[in-house]
């Protein structure tokens, strides 16, 4: 038995419910090839509603050109693309890299594609062969069935020939599609977004190898830190807000490039890369300073301190005073105390922290508080 088995009681969803059962079968064995039965899915699964809705698939018929149809984004629930696109990103990894896959990333995928297919058979139920059931969840102990004999292949399952469209549906359950229970987006899912943007540019999750000039040159932190914001707008203004924000990204990409401001990693990057990692598993604790950072990475203070700006544009002390200050943000955004969001985030003085947060973003905590309500 697995999750996407009661698909199976609607002949018309075959063409994704096949690579979603077989995205489960093969997860214990190979998450790669999981992923890419989930994409495949995904994509099955909008050719479905492209059929249903009678929306014209244009010149380019492949997965990101489905996902980026207007029309298409006014038919799905709020925030559900950015899930899809999340598969999208992950798919590809998967197909034309040889990086390990992490299985925490698979079954996020596997959550968004059961919401998605769930919402699915809500939407497109015939009258007469409700397959939707609202109590129904996803079960994350059937992924850890044995696979038996399935093979170990990258290859998705065969599904219908693209030029054979899904059938349309006769006679649907009298269902509003916006009524559709949409369980609430928790922030992993917005920066998981924003982590797969940055790794499909070739970024270093760890430290950022540019070059003080290029960083502050083009404010690289800042149109990340919008970004992350911009997933609270309305969903109207929100994709033309990420759409500017993707224009900006690769315009900072070309330019860097072109100008050759990168570094290539040595031994010396290295230095930095243990420093930053050792300020990011303790920026929270208030005792944290460069004497701490000195004994961990066994480097004198001149040394390190000269070689942390030159690798990240910034100083040891900025540098842990913009991580503070990005949880301290994010803490407010969810919903905290401006009292506790100060405290959990490492700084021990509200004073400062009121001064240093008022400069680095350009308003009051309190102010920030009211403004992250909407």
Known sequence: MWNFDYLKQEPAYRGFTDPAIAAEKV????????????RKA?????????RQEDIPTGEKDNLISLLRNRELGSILPDGMIYDLDIIRM???????????????????????????????????????????????????????????????????????????????????????????????KEAETRKLYIDLMLENAG????????????????????????????????????????????????????????????????????????????IQENYT??????????????????????TFKAYTAESIHSYITDLRMQHCCQAIADGRSILDACTESGFSDYSNFFKTFTKAVGISPKKYAQCSVF
């Open 27 to 38: 997860y214990f064995i190979d998450p790669s090839s999981s992923l890419i039965n989930i």
């Open 90 to 184: 992950l798919g590809n990894q998967a197909v034309h890299t040889d990086k390990t896959v992490e299985k925490k990333r698979v079954l996020q995928a596997f959550l968004a594609l059961f919401e998605f297919l769930d919402w699915i058979a809500y939407s497109y139920s015939r009258a007469d062969n409700d397959v939707w059931d609202p109590d129904r969840r996803f079960n994350v102990d059937l992924l850890m069935q044995s696979p038996g004999s399935v093979s170990r292949t990258r290859e998705p399952v065969k599904t219908e020939a693209k030029s054979e469209e899904p059938p349309k549906l006769p006679d649907l359950q009298n269902r509003k599609k916006e009524d559709y229970p949409l369980a609430p």
């Open 285 to 306: 604790d208030p005792k944290l300073n460069v004497a701490g950072l000195m004994k961990h990475t066994y480097t004198s203070r001149g040394h390190l301190s000269r």
């Open 203 to 278: 970024w270093n999750h760890t430290v950022t190898l540019f070059n003080a000039h290029a960083v502050k040159a083009w404010d690289i932190r800042s149109l990340f830190e919008r970004m992350n914001l911009n997933a609270a707008l309305d969903k109207e203004y929100r994709t033309a807000a990420f759409a500017s924000n993707l224009s900006e990204f690769f315009l900072i990409i070309c330019q860097i490039a072109k100008k050759g401001n990168v570094y290539t990693p040595t031994a010396t990057s290295s230095l930095v890369e243990r420093a930053v990692q050792y």
């Open 42 to 50: 995904v994509e099955q699964g909008l050719r479905f509603i492209y």
